[in-house]
C-alpha cells in the first residue's frame, strides 16, 4: 500500500509540473463612426490593446464626393487608450493628424460574453477563460481637424487568464 501511493504522488506532481503558470492580460477597445456639422465628412476610428499594445485604424472619406481622405492602421502609445467601466476615451497625436474623443456609457446597449476556449496541438493545448463586457457610448470630440457631430460608438473592456499544458 505504501508503494501506490508513493507512485501515485510521483505521477501527480510530474503532470502539474507541465502546467505553465497563469497569464492574466486585459484588453480594451473603442470604435468610433460619424460625420462632421457639414455632414461630408465622415470619420470611422477603432482602437485596441492586446497584449500591452495598442494599435489605431482610422478611415475618412468625403462621403458628398465619395473621395477618401485619409486611411492608415498604426502602433499607439498605451496611455492613448483608457476605458474604464462608465467611459472610453483616445487621445493621441499621429503623422496623419490629431484625434480627441470622449465616449461616455449611453445605456441604450450592453453586450457581454464570458466563455472559455480550449486549443489543442501536438505536444499540448492552451486553455483561455475570460470575459468581454461592450457599452454603446455618446461621443464628444474631434479627429483630424474635424469636430463630430453625430456620431455613435463602443467601448469595451476584457480580461483573460490562459493556462499552457504541455505534454
Known sequence: MRTIVAVTLSVLFSVTSLIAAPVRSTGASLTVIGHDATGCTLTFLSAFRSSGTTFLFYDVSDTC?????ISGFVEIPNTALEVTKTQGSLTVTIPDG?????LMRDGAMTTSFIGQSLRQFSGGMLRTNGSTTEHSAGVNGY??????SGASGTFSLSREMTVEVTK
Open 98 to 102: 490629431t484625434i480627441s474623443v470622449v
Open 65 to 69: 464626393q465619395y473621395l477618401p481622405i
Open 143 to 148: 479627429a483630424f481637424g474635424h469636430v463630430f
